[in-house]
Structures are given as C-alpha cells and as structure tokens.
C-alpha cells in the first residue's frame, strides 16, 4: 500500500512538473514513457522514427516552439522509455505506440494536437488519428507509409534477411547483454515488416487534415504515398526531388518551410513563446 501511494505521488510530481513545461516520465503497467516540453501554445506532439529517439527533433523543436507547445516522446522501448521486465522482448507495434500516445494526452491533459511524426513515427500519428480522430488536430507525416507493402521491395527483403537472421543468433548462447541487444534488433525489424496496418477504410476514418511529406528518392514507394492521399479525405501532398529518407533530418529548412505553410492554412491558433533557449 505504501508502495502504491508513493508511486501515485511520483507521478503527481510529474504531472505538475509537465505542466510547468520540462521533462518527466508516464508510467503504466507495461511501460514508462519519457517526454520533454516546451514552449506554449497548441500542443504539438514529435514521434520520432525506428531505433531513434526524441533527440533528433531538436533543432526542429526550438523552431516551432516559438508558436507552439511542443512535447517530444520516446516511443515504447526507444530513447528512455522503457519497456517493463515481464514483457521484454514482445513484438514493437505501431499501434500499441499510438495507444501509449493517447494515453499520454490523456496523462498531460491533452484534449487534442497537432501530430507529427517522421518515419515509424509518422505511422503512429497516421494511426492515432485513425483509431482516435478527435485527439488530432493536424496530422504532419514525414516518409510515413501505411502498410508495410508501402516500402520498396529491395528494402522489405533487406529487413526480413535482418529479421530472420537475429531471430536465429538471439537463441545462441551469447552473454547477456549481446543477446539483449539481438532481441532488440529483431523487434525493430518486425516493427517495419509487420505494421503499420493502414488499409482504406482505416485512413478514410481520418478527419484531421494532413500533409504528407516524403521524399522522392525515400524508402516508400512515391505511388504508396499518392495512394494514401488519395485515401485521406483532407490531405495534402508533398513530394520532394533528390530528396532521400533522412532529409527531412539533414535538410530541414526545406520541409520545415512546407511544414509552417501547412500549419498556417489548416490549423488557425497558436501563441508565441516566451521563451525556448532551453531546447538542447
């Protein structure tokens, strides 16, 4: 009982601490999620992609902050957010993600935001605003795809070699660190070889207008991202020449300018900063 109360009052701590705009943890029976916030305005909620963390948002978060509150999110068993003992070594969806994105709204006291996500995390805010429209105000979704069919098949044949290979190697008697690390690997390529599972119907449900962004030269297949416009009822399309997967990380000027002009036509609000020279 003792035990219980202090956790409660752990996550009061955090709870009041989120909202002075820092960083802390949200914890649930299965995970513990760790976020970051700042500025103030329209929440605006960063997911990054597969094997990353929220790190690589930074230099994108101290940009929008000046308009927006921005809250940036490890997803379940990347960056700091752990994954609990007993369910270790489960398969990574997209979908528990975008449930555990949910739960967190509802954590922070978040009714609804602007989401947007790169990569594996463009696919869990596609996800969140499919299975719950009226949390998403926008959606942004940088070389997301919605089935995993979405991706070039070169690139399909390369993850499940990883894949099979890590499911072999995890069962050989290695320490156990390296054998952690192993059943990591294979998570993060099932993660990509089995969701997320976007059909029509499920991209139809979408109600928030979206941008998707992707790169011509990008993991998906161009005609994939076409398709998914083609499905989301209020969606706007962006695809980019010479542009590669990580561009949107290395060449961010260009899809942060795409980017403010969506957000300044489709979602009318926001509020200027004080300040946000605490951004890394």
């Not at 489960?90 to 528990?96: A, C, E, K, T």
Request: glycine share 8%; hydrophobic share 40%; charged share 25%.
């Amino acid at each position: 009982m003792a035990e219980m109360e202090v956790m409660e009052k752990m996550e009061e701590n955090e709870r009041k601490t989120a909202k002075r705009g820092t960083k802390g943890y949200f914890h649930t029976k299965d995970i513990r999620l760790y976020y970051e916030i700042y500025g103030k305005g329209m929440p605006l909620i960063m997911l990054h992609g597969n094997g990353e963390s929220h790190r690589i948002f930074y230099r994108q978060a101290r940009e929008l902050a000046v308009k927006y509150q921005v809250i940036l999110v490890d997803s379940r068993g990347h960056g700091k957010s752990v994954i609990k003992r007993r369910k270790q070594g489960i398969p990574l969806l997209i979908s528990d993600m975008a449930e555990d994105l949910v739960c967190l709204m509802d954590y922070l006291g978040i009714g609804k935001a602007i989401l947007l996500g790169f990569s594996d995390g463009a696919n869990v805010a596609l996800d969140a605003a499919s299975s719950h429209p009226e949390r998403a105000a926008a959606v942004v979704s940088v070389s997301g795809n919605a089935l995993p069919s979405g991706l070039y098949r070169f690139v399909r044949l390369f993850i499940m070699a990883e894949y099979l290979l890590t499911c072999i190697l995890e069962h050989i008697p290695y320490s156990l660190k390296l054998r952690k690390k192993l059943i990591y690997r294979r998570q993060l390529a099932g993660l990509m070889l089995y969701s997320p599972r976007l059909n029509a119907d499920r991209l139809g449900q979408i109600t928030a207008p979206v941008l998707l962004l992707a790169g011509m030269l990008d993991l998906i297949r161009p005609s994939h991202t076409r398709w998914m416009a083609d499905m989301i009822p209020h969606s706007d399309l962006k695809l980019i020449r010479r542009a590669t997967h990580t561009a949107f990380l290395k060449k961010e000027k260009q899809y942060m300018n795409y980017i403010w002009m969506f957000l300044e036509r489709r979602v009318p609000g926001g509020q200027s900063a004080t300040s946000f020279s605490d951004i890394k």
